[in-house]
C-alpha cells in the first residue's frame, strides 16, 4: 500500500469489553511499531516487532495489552478488559530495515472507554 | 534512560515569519538520530527534518531547519516564512543508534499556531 493504513479510526468501547487495532505497515517494512499517546502528549512507544518477532515490549503497560504479527505484515494490538485509563490514540509505525532511520506512521485509532 | 523535553506548550507566529521551536535532550550516548515531526489534525505523524548525532552540519529541508548544539543537547526547529499549512503540533524525538534499540522517544509537543 502507499501508507500505513490503521483500522478502526475510532472505537468507543465500554469498560471491560476486549478491544483489538489493526496496522498494515506499507509493503516490504520490517521494523514495526505501536505507540500510545495520550490527549494533549507526545506518543510513548509500547512495542516493536522486527518481521514476526517481537524483539522489545518494555512499553506495554500491562499483561491486558498483547500485540502479534503472526506472518511478519499485518499487526494487531489487543487489549482486554479496557479500562478508562486506556483512552487514548494508538499510533502505529513501520520502517524499511532495522538500522534505517525513518519511521512512517498511521493515522493512528482513537480509542474511547466509556 | 534517553529524555526529551520541549518547553513551549504553545507557540504562535505571524504568517510569513519567522519561528523557533525549542527541544532539549538528555542521553549518555554519543550517536544517535533527532527528528521534528509534525502532526496535524489528522493525527498522522509526519516527518519534518532529521538529523545524525555525528554531523556537525545543520540538517536544512527547505523552509524548515535546526540548530543542533551537541554539547548543550540542545536540537531547536526554524521554520523560515511561515505558512497557514505550518498550523500543527510539532514534536521532537530522539533515537538511539545502538544495535537493538529501535523506538523513538518523543517530547510533550508544542502546538503551533500561524496568524494571518
Known amino acids: 500500500g502507499a501508507g500505513v493504513s490503521q483500522s478502526p479510526r475510532y472505537k468507543v468501547a465500554k469498560r471491560g469489553q476486549d478491544v483489538a487495532l489493526r496496522c498494515d505497515p506499507i509493503?516490504?517494512?520490517?521494523?514495526l511499531f505501536w505507540y500510545q499517546q495520550a490527549l494533549g502528549q507526545g506518543p510513548e512507544f509500547l512495542t516493536y516487532?522486527?518481521?514476526?518477532?517481537?524483539?522489545?515490549k518494555s512499553g506495554l503497560p500491562s499483561d491486558r495489552f498483547f500485540a502479534e504479527r503472526p506472518e511478519g505484515s499485518v499487526s494487531t494490538l489487543k487489549i482486554q478488559r479496557t479500562q478508562q485509563e486506556d483512552s487514548a490514540v494508538y499510533l502505529c509505525?513501520?520502517?524499511?530495515?532495522?538500522?534505517?532511520?525513518?519511521?512512517?506512521f498511521g493515522q493512528g485509532t482513537r480509542l474511547t472507554v466509556v | 534512560a534517553q529524555t526529551v523535553t520541549q518547553s513551549q506548550p504553545e507557540m504562535s507566529v505571524q504568517e510569513a515569519e519567522t519561528v523557533t521551536l525549542s527541544c532539549t535532550y538528555d542521553?549518555?550516548?554519543?550517536?544517535?538520530?533527532l527528528f521534528w515531526y509534525k502532526q496535524p489534525p489528522s493525527r498522522q505523524m509526519i516527518l519534518v527534518i532529521r538529523?545524525?548525532?555525528?554531523?556537525?552540519q545543520n540538517a536544512t529541508e527547505n523552509r524548515f531547519s535546526v540548530n543542533f548544539q551537541k554539547a548543550a543537547k540542545s536540537f531547536s526547529l526554524k521554520i523560515s516564512d511561515s505558512q497557514l499549512g505550518d498550523a500543527a503540533m510539532y514534536f521532537c524525538?530522539?533515537?538511539?543508534?545502538?544495535?537493538?534499540?529501535?523506538?523513538?522517544?518523543f517530547g510533550q509537543g508544542t502546538r503551533l499556531t500561524i496568524n494571518p
Open positions: 509505525a513501520s520502517r524499511e530495515e532495522q538500522g534505517g532511520a525513518e519511521a512512517f
Open positions: 509493503s516490504g517494512h520490517v521494523s
Open positions: 516487532f522486527q518481521n514476526e518477532a517481537q524483539l522489545d
Open positions: 542521553t549518555s550516548e554519543s550517536d544517535y538520530y
Open positions: 538529523q545524525e548525532a555525528y554531523k556537525q
Open positions: 524525538a530522539y533515537r538511539s543508534r545502538i544495535q537493538g534499540a529501535q523506538k523513538l522517544v
